[in-house]
């Protein structure tokens, strides 16, 4: 992620725990024992550490964290062609994080999705962490050498710096635009139905998450309970129930009964 700055971006990176050679680099992350971004020094190991992203965000950083809550709107801002300060490179900076950085860090940090007793149902290995940690040498290759290292380290970098990106592309590509269709018909929703518990999209997009989250910012109440939209593929009209929370299945208002899967009627 730092070599996508412009201050690191043709930075060579070097592999190593000597004290000596980390005092005389540029930035060094997840070693030394220190974080002080004047000097660019991300470390999250040292006694004492608790630094949190902020912005309602509780989770301890990782070197990972610590990177991106430094130079992550500097990055947004340059896939998105604007200016650190535009409206926009907050929300996604915001958004990212929410849902690519923040599990990064709890893994690294050894934080359980869940407050749980129980063991777990299953063992789920295809995380980005868990992939990331597939390109350590095997213990039973004969060829321990640095150099492989080395090039196990690179393949690693670039995979966790290609799903990076793919996830700020794809919140600056889909889910901004989502989220502005769907502001827009909070807004319109009193000309639609007098209730303004009924909203309309102006053209599909995933609604869902959106929805929940512009309504808690912007304080609407009451909540909406049907949102209609056009289905782009049948051309044919859609109304669907709002669930009383993203995770759940039941609705704020489920729609009668004799209505419930109907379809050409």
Known sequence: MIRLTNKFSNAQIIRTRDPQVL???????????????ARDRYDHHQKGFEEVFGHG??????????????????IIAKELQVDEEHTDVHRLFLAVYKSFMEAIDAIDNGINLYGTDQPPRYVNNTHLSSRVGK?????????????KENAAFERAIALAGSE??????????????????????????????PSR??????????????????????KIDPSIKYVLYEDGRSKNWRVQAVAMAPDRFESRRPLPAQWRGLRDE
């Not at 390109?135 to 150099?147: R, T, Y």
């Not at 997009?205 to 929940?212: E, G």
């Open 23 to 37: 005092e005389e680099l540029d930035a060094v992350l997840d070693v030394g024992g220190v974080y002080d971004p």
């Open 164 to 193: 990076f990106l793919d996830s700020v592309r794809f919140h600056a590509r889909s889910w901004l635009p989502a989220r502005s269709i769907v502001m827009e018909c909070l807004t319109a929703r009193g000309y639609v139905d």
């Open 197 to 218: 518990e009924i909203t309309v999209l102006d053209r599909f997009c995933p609604w869902k998450h959106h929805l929940f989250e512009l309504e808690e910012e912007n």
């Open 57 to 74: 965000f509780n989770t301890k950083l990782s070197s990972a964290g610590l990177v991106y809550k430094h130079f992550g709107k500097e």
């Open 135 to 147: 390109f350590n040498l095997d213990w039973v290759d004969p060829d321990q050498s640095a150099e």
